[in-house]
């Protein structure tokens, strides 16, 4: 049994609204980069290729800084990487507008802000905050941070748009900059002493659903990462993962180029971004909720499955704006619902201790998808004049995820009899 005492609700919530609100501001400035692609562009005229390729790079960064993050968080406590992923990702912003080179661009939004918005993500924020709540409350609160994320999402892309139509992108800029050093006051209560390991029995003690233990209690970081790298049911995560970082960098980098094309307003776009975040909202708190009653795995195959039939439907409608809008919502229902029963299943598969490494891992897959998403949309812009292809190859990936993530390893949902009225 933990030695740790119980949280009370008020600490719990306190924890969870903090680790939301970080997540706000660094998803915030990831989400919202496409509305910077064509001013940009505009101003260094270095091509939609070149500067979407240095999207992408920020994708793959993003991703990769996550598990290194997540072992230095693992082993020294959240509140320090937090800060320092606060300071990276606001001298990132900061200094892009004052490099007009492709070199330049894949340095500051490439690689420094974007290593600094995943060492405020979500690998190191639910590992934090998982390792302190009882099992019954972890999926719940791995909805609600990932909520946290899509409310950045609703509330700075309109916010940036507004002030690139009215100041100019470089404003617009170093508002995200500002706002981003808003989380170093934030990782105050997020911080914490190395964690003693802890006996995997004794972490999934409270488990509805039992599992052996991967491994002796007291394993190694580096090993366990061995044994989760052997699992099938790990791997599968990882291949699932991958999707939907594509899905997501496509259309956070290139949903403002589609709308464009299509003739409509630059304030669709952004309203698009918006009902994304909102949207997502409302699907992350249902699917964490969902996650206590039912296989996490079988969440995931219908989320994959979903976008599958909505991209469908989208390319057979006409284009205008309601359509973007309907469009909005209905990915932005499955859009990031995928972490909770995915950081769920991680955590199920192999305990607590290791949490924000182990998912962290699967988030690197998920930006390696997100580096294609990003990098081939612009390819196919330029080759093909448009993103035709793109949704093709997006519906394609769904399919394939939900099907990689039936033999994920999980077993049935067992709820314990209601209580007896008196």
Known sequence: MSTQPEMTPRAAWALILTASAILMITMGARLTSGLFLSPINTATGLG???????????????????????????????????????????????????????????????????AGAGAGSFSILIGATAQRLPVHRRPFAAGFINAGGSFGQFVFAPLMQAIIASTGWIA????????????????????????????????????????????????????????????????????????????????????????????????????????????????????????????????????????????????????????????????????????????????KLFGMRYLSTLFGLTLLSHQIGGFFGAWLGGLSFVTYGDYTWMWYIDIVLAIGAALVNLPIREAKVVRAPAAAKA
Request: charged share 10%; hydrophobic share 60%; with cysteine.
């Open 48 to 114: 939609i290729a070149s500067v979407s390729f240095a999207l992408a790079i920020g994708q793959f960064m993003w991703g990769a800084a996550q598990p290194v993050f997540g072992a230095v968080a693992d082993k020294y406590g959240s509140g320090r990487v937090i800060v320092m992923g606060g300071v990276m990702l606001a001298a990132g912003l900061a200094a892009t507008p004052f490099v007009s080179s492709e070199w330049g661009l894949i340095l500051t939004m490439g690689l420094l802000s974007a």
């Open 172 to 347: 617009a800029m170093f508002t995200m900059a500002a706002a981003s050093l808003l989380t170093i006051p934030l990782a105050w209560p997020l911080r914490t002493r190395k964690a003693a390991p802890a006996p995997a029995a004794a972490a999934d003690a409270s488990e509805a659903i039992p599992a052996p233990p991967p491994a002796a209690p007291g394993i190694g970081l580096g090993a366990q990462v061995r044994i989760a790298m052997r699992d099938r049911s790990y791997l599968c995560l990882h291949l699932g993962f991958f999707t939907c970082g594509f899905h997501i960098a496509f259309l956070v980098t290139h949903l403002p180029g589609e709308v464009a094309l299509c003739n409509l307003a630059a304030g669709v776009s952004a309203a698009a971004l918006a009902l994304i975040g909102l949207f997502n909202i409302a699907g992350s708190l249902t699917v964490g909720a969902l996650s206590t009653r039912y296989r996490m795995k079988s969440l995931l195959v219908w989320i994959y499955a979903a976008r599958a039939v909505i991209i469908g439907i989208y390319l057979l409608s006409p284009k205008t704006a309601m359509t973007f809008y309907v469009l909005a919502a209905a990915l932005g229902f499955t859009w990031l619902a995928t972490v909770p029963p995915t950081a769920g299943l991680v955590g």
